[in-house]
């Protein structure tokens, strides 16, 4: 690919990223905002095809692939799309699609069949793209693998049991690749985002719950998925190759 002048000053031009779940919140705006750092995008999602779809015709290079992140074949898939999209595979992976079910009070009321689907998409999904990535993406500098984990690893609510212990397997898994990855130049960092406006938050919660988290934020506002977006964007770039093996909470505050 020739550079035109503007497109060399990109941090991320020549690069091909893979955001899962990017059809919506954050992960459509960590897409968009690589994208605007000069990547070529792949959009993953699992059931929103429109707004995938969408996304993928608003970005200059970017490509919407439909794979279940919980299925090996369909992993395979984005990483293969990479390189058929874009003659190059994938420099960067964003493991960001996830699940959380909120319905339950206690860990004791949780039924089996729901932890089985938050552990599936949210710790074996991350899993097979994180493993899927540590073979894949080249070796020698720019190699990028970013998970999406959450800040309630540390804040521990109730009710968030199945969630909470498949974003913090996730971390454990990352800070250990990193450290497996040596010599490859490839980091693998987490981003842990706290409460965002996305669909995912406002599910079964009400104005109280939401007035009652933005009072708890030392920002008195919930996260916009830019806010995350940005932090994700800088661990993409070669200036953050020292950023590796680290848990990041970005959050406003609330929780350390
Ligand atoms: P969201 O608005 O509900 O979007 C979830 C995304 O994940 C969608 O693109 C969805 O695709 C995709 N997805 C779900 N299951 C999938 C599967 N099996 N295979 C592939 N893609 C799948 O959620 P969000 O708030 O943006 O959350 C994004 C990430 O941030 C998650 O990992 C979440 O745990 C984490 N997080 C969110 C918050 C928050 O407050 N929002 C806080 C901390 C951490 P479809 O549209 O096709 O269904």
């Known amino acids: 690919?020739?550079?035109?002048?503007?497109?060399?000053?990109?941090?991320?031009?020549g690069r091909?990223?893979?955001?899962?779940?990017?059809?919506?919140?954050?992960?459509?705006?960590?897409?968009?905002?690589?994208?605007?750092?000069?990547?070529s995008v792949v959009v993953g999602y699992a059931s929103s095809a429109e707004e995938a779809d969408a996304l993928a015709a608003e970005l200059p290079r970017a490509v919407a692939v439909k794979a279940d992140?919980?299925?090996?074949?369909?992993?395979?898939?984005?990483?293969?799309?990479?390189?058929?999209?874009?003659?190059?595979?994938?420099?960067?992976?964003?493991?960001?699609?996830?699940?959380?079910?909120?319905?339950?009070?206690?860990?004791a009321n949780t039924p089996t069949a729901d932890f089985d689907r938050t552990i599936a998409i949210n710790l074996r999904g991350a899993f097979l793209c994180l493993r899927e990535a540590a073979n894949r993406l080249p070796r020698g500098g720019g190699g990028r693998i970013v998970a999406i984990t959450s800040s309630v690893v540390a804040s521990l609510p109730l009710g968030y049991s199945a969630?909470?212990?498949?974003?913090?397997?996730?971390?454990?898994?990352?800070r250990t690749m990193a450290k497996e990855l040596k010599g490859t130049r490839i980091t693998a960092n987490c981003v842990a985002p706290g409460p965002v406006a996305t669909d995912m938050f406002f599910a079964g919660k009400d104005d109280e719950w939401v007035?009652?988290?933005?009072?708890?934020?030392?920002?008195?506002?919930?996260?916009?998925?830019?806010?995350?977006?940005?932090?994700?964007?800088?661990?993409?770039?070669?200036?953050?190759?020292?950023?590796?093996?680290?848990?990041?909470?970005?959050?406003?505050?609330?929780?350390?």
């Open 1 to 13: 690919m020739v550079a035109s002048s503007e497109q060399a000053a990109q941090p991320l031009f």
């Open 16 to 39: 091909v990223a893979i955001v899962t779940g990017a059809s919506r919140g954050i992960g459509r705006a960590i897409a968009a905002h690589l994208s605007a750092l000069g990547a």
């Open 69 to 107: 992140v919980a299925d090996e074949a369909g992993v395979r898939a984005l990483f293969d799309a990479a390189e058929s999209a874009f003659g190059a595979g994938a420099h960067i992976l964003v493991a960001n699609a996830g699940v959380l079910d909120d319905r339950y009070p206690h860990l």
């Open 163 to 174: 969630y909470t212990a498949s974003k913090a397997a996730v971390e454990a898994m990352v």
């Open 211 to 256: 007035r009652r988290t933005v009072e708890a934020n030392p920002m008195g506002r919930l996260g916009d998925p830019g806010d995350i977006a940005a932090m994700v964007g800088f661990l993409c770039t070669d200036a953050a190759e020292w950023t590796n093996g680290q848990v990041i909470r970005v959050n406003g505050g609330y929780v350390s």
